[in-house]
């Protein structure tokens, strides 16, 4: 899916993914969770976005958990991000 890219990480598709390196640097989780919405909508075979949530804990390990409708049923996930090696 869209969210384990970096924005600008691909040569062939440098608009594709998220800003991760600015969005958690910074303390605007609105941006983020836009940012993360529209990775998941922008994702070939997701029709809607049924619910986000977004946790970053203290030891600054990023949780999204999400649920879409895809074009075959609704799909439940959660996709994890160490936020601590980006340095």
């Known amino acids: ?7 600008g ?3 062939f598709a440098t ?3 998220i800003d991760w390196l600015n969005l958690l640097g910074g303390k ?5 969770n ?3 919405n529209t990775a998941i909508l922008n ?11 977004l946790t970053l804990n203290s030891s600054r390990q990023l949780t999204v958990n999400y649920t879409v ?14 936020t601590a090696t980006l340095g």
């Not at 899916?1 to 924005?7: A, G, P, Q, R, T």
């Not at 994702?43 to 949530?53: A, E, I, M, R």
């Open 43 to 53: 994702t070939v075979g997701v029709t809607g976005l049924v619910q986000t949530s």
């Open 1 to 7: 899916m869209n969210l384990n890219m970096f924005l």
């Open 69 to 82: 409708n895809t074009v075959y049923s609704t799909l439940s996930g959660q996709f994890q991000f160490d």
């Open 34 to 36: 836009l940012a993360i």
């Open 9 to 11: 990480d691909c040569f």
């Open 28 to 32: 605007d989780r609105v941006s983020l």
């Open 15 to 17: 608009n594709v993914g």
